[in-house]
């Protein structure tokens, strides 16, 4: 390419680009073997310790290799040296680049950090975005009640779009079962054949279920992502919400963690005295720290689509439009019961000595309530797995059709 198109300044994209993403995919590697990435100079005792590569900085590097693309992608467009169109397309992309890394990590709870309640560090239970498949998550939810001491200093959770839900539902002490159950009989009728009816029957659920005081119980207990949208570069940014000043405001997030662009309209969800925001969408935790809150915090990553570096992830392969389109309510029953079995096998794994289980196991009841998974539960579990192998049978025949 650099002999037909360009010369140098082929040589130039490709060597830049390269090195960036090298650097990029090592520090994504060793984050997902849990290899502590950040490097400081230990001067001695009593001495400060100098910060040398944080791997949050990850995105300095990356904006600047935007900068140095834009002005050589402007330079090659005066010169001719490339195909105009290419490089005006190039300079599209660079440009479209910065508005997203360009300081894209908002926090306006970051000025009241110094005064947490919680200081030890703890372990968190976060769930990804899932949308209808959050019924799973709901069963991981009901495991954690069973098993789980609730205790604030020793626990948290996050979450984000469905996620932000359940781990909404466990900081603010909401039953888990009655909840996801009044999805399924209630929600499930109304919404499942029409999205666009989803996010109505997400408000109705959260006025009849949040509690009164569930914004003080869910203050430095819960962490919610959303997407706060503004007028000015860059226009998107992954915010973290930690502080809840009132019953309307956890509300509000909660609410605005789930609206999910076009489901929920095109504009962005308001949320009063603070912005305008999407859904959490699936913003990096190596970008947006909003798993934990401190470096020292232990995470159980659960992710119903099996995303990886998940900790707990559904046993079969569940088919990602039944996020938006679940099959019926029987499915929905049995990723409840799945989420559950999934979760009892990761924490009773005979194997099952690496450092979440082990402190899942220091802050476990002492006398844990009796299991759920029982007959009944078994049989919706079993009936899943058959829906789901129907399925993917239908699509492998399907495309081979084609």
């Not at 990356?62 to 992608?73: K, N, P, R, S, W």
């Not at 915090?297 to 392969?317: L, M």
């Amino acid at each position: 390419a650099a002999a037909c198109v360009g010369g140098g300044d082929v040589w130039f994209l490709l060597v830049w680009d390269s090195l960036v993403v090298s650097v990029r995919f090592l520090v994504f590697t060793l984050s997902l073997l849990k290899w502590n990435l950040n490097m400081h100079i230990d001067f001695g005792l009593h001495a400060p310790k100098v910060s040398v590569f944080r791997k949050e900085q990850l995105f300095r590097l990356q904006a600047f290799e935007f900068c140095l693309m834009l002005v050589h992608a402007c330079y090659a467009l005066v010169c001719g040296n490339m195909p105009r169109t290419l490089m005006v397309c190039q300079i599209m992309v660079m440009v479209s680049g910065l508005a997203v890394f360009t300081d894209f990590h908002f926090s306006r709870d970051a000025e009241k950090r110094q005064s947490v309640k919680y200081l030890d560090s703890r372990l968190m239970f976060s769930f990804d975005s899932s949308a209808w498949l959050f019924l799973w998550h709901f069963g991981v939810a009901m495991w954690i009640e069973d098993n789980m001491d609730k205790n604030p200093s020793a626990v948290g959770y996050s979450g984000s779009s469905g996620g932000a839900l359940v781990a909404g539902a466990l900081a603010s002490g909401i039953n888990s079962e009655l909840l996801a159950n009044w999805v399924v009989e209630n929600a499930f009728p109304i919404a499942g054949r029409k999205p666009y009816l989803l996010l109505g029957q997400c408000e109705l659920a959260l006025d009849t279920f949040l509690p009164d005081d569930a914004h003080l119980e869910s203050s430095d207990v819960l962490r919610v992502l959303l997407t706060k949208v503004s007028r000015s570069p860059p226009f998107l940014m992954g915010e973290v919400v930690s502080s809840f000043s009132s019953w309307g405001q956890l509300f509000a997030v909660l609410r605005a963690s789930c609206h999910i662009p076009l489901v929920g309209g095109f504009l962005p969800y308001p949320v009063p005295g603070h912005g305008w925001y999407y859904d959490g969408l699936i913003w990096a935790s190596l970008f947006v720290p909003w798993r934990t809150f401190s470096e020292n915090d232990s995470v159980v990553k659960c992710s119903a689509y099996g995303a990886p570096g998940a900790d707990i992830r559904p046993s079969c392969s569940i088919p990602f439009w039944w996020a938006i389109f679940p099959p019926t309510q029987e499915t929905l029953f049995g990723l409840m019961a799945l989420g559950y079995h999934d979760a009892t096998e990761f924490f009773q794994k005979k194997d099952g000595n690496s450092k979440n289980q082990k402190l899942v196991r220091a802050h476990a009841r002492t006398l844990p309530n009796a299991s759920r998974l029982d007959a009944h539960r078994a049989q919706y579990i079993r009936m899943l797995h058959d829906h789901v192998h129907r399925t993917w049978r239908r699509v492998m025949i399907f495309s081979a059709l084609v």
